[in-house]
């Protein structure tokens, strides 16, 4: 074990996942209000010949493989701090960018009105993204840590995989449900949509979160290898408290 690691100062690794997970939640945050459609080659079942998503989806996929990574290297209990903590930081962005939204703008500024449209997300939408961030993430964190007690440093691939694949479609159902239909007809905000429009929009963005959680697999398994190298750490030496 380093010198560093014993006298418990933050490595660089610790420091670049915490700043990867921190920097795809803010951009989440920012992204999520314009809608990704991208054409498929075929039509599908549920959602037709193309998948529908918020811009954060892409964003957000990179938090759970900064927090797999960091399950993996540092322990379960390291990365619930990571992920929580990260919850307590989007009220910190919430309350940023609307306080600027809502300073008086100077004659040179970009409009005030474009710069709300595209920064200021709606309450449904801050309300769906909150519940689904804190519930799934800590499912991942739990999953994967759950299937690394029964398969021990072994198996990377699955317990990376299975924790993100039943993580996002958590994420996906609850932000879906929440935002584009119990918050409206809760808040009397928005419209409600209906339910097989909430369907293609639940399918569409977990089949792109599904694609990404098996194309970084191999990414995961670089990182994990480059630290554990870099800081000696051993295979069976992340933390289970």
Not at 147 to 164: A, M, V
């Amino acid at each position: 074990m380093s010198q560093e690691r014993s006298a418990g100062v933050p490595t660089a690794a610790q420091v670049a996942l915490i700043g990867l997970f921190v920097t795809a939640l803010v951009t989440a945050q920012l992204t999520a209000s314009k809608v990704l459609a991208f054409e498929l080659p075929i039509a599908l079942p549920i959602t037709g010949a193309q998948l529908a998503l918020p811009g954060a989806a892409l964003a957000y996929a990179l938090t759970f493989l900064a927090s797999d990574c960091f399950t993996e290297l540092y322990g379960r209990r390291a990365a619930q701090v990571v992920v929580n903590v990260g919850f307590l930081l989007n009220f910190v962005v919430l309350a940023l960018v609307w306080s600027t939204i809502a300073a008086p703008a100077a004659p040179t500024s970009v409009d005030p009105g474009a710069f709300e449209t595209a920064l200021g997300a709606s309450t449904n939408v801050v309300l769906g993204s909150l519940l689904a961030y804190v519930v799934s993430q800590n499912w991942d964190v739990l999953v994967f840590h759950r299937i690394r007690e029964y398969t021990g440093p072994e198996k990377l691939w699955l317990r990376n995989i299975g924790s993100t694949a039943t993580s996002q479609a958590i994420d996906t159902v609850i932000f879906v449900v929440v935002a584009f239909a119990v918050a409206p007809a809760v808040l009397g905000v928005g419209t409600v949509l209906k339910p097989d429009l909430l369907l293609s929009l639940i399918a569409g963005q977990y089949l792109l979160k599904l694609a990404i959680a098996l194309l970084d697999t191999p990414i995961v398994y670089a990182i994990v290898s480059l630290v554990r190298s870099h800081e000696e750490i051993p295979a069976e030496d992340a933390s289970t408290a």
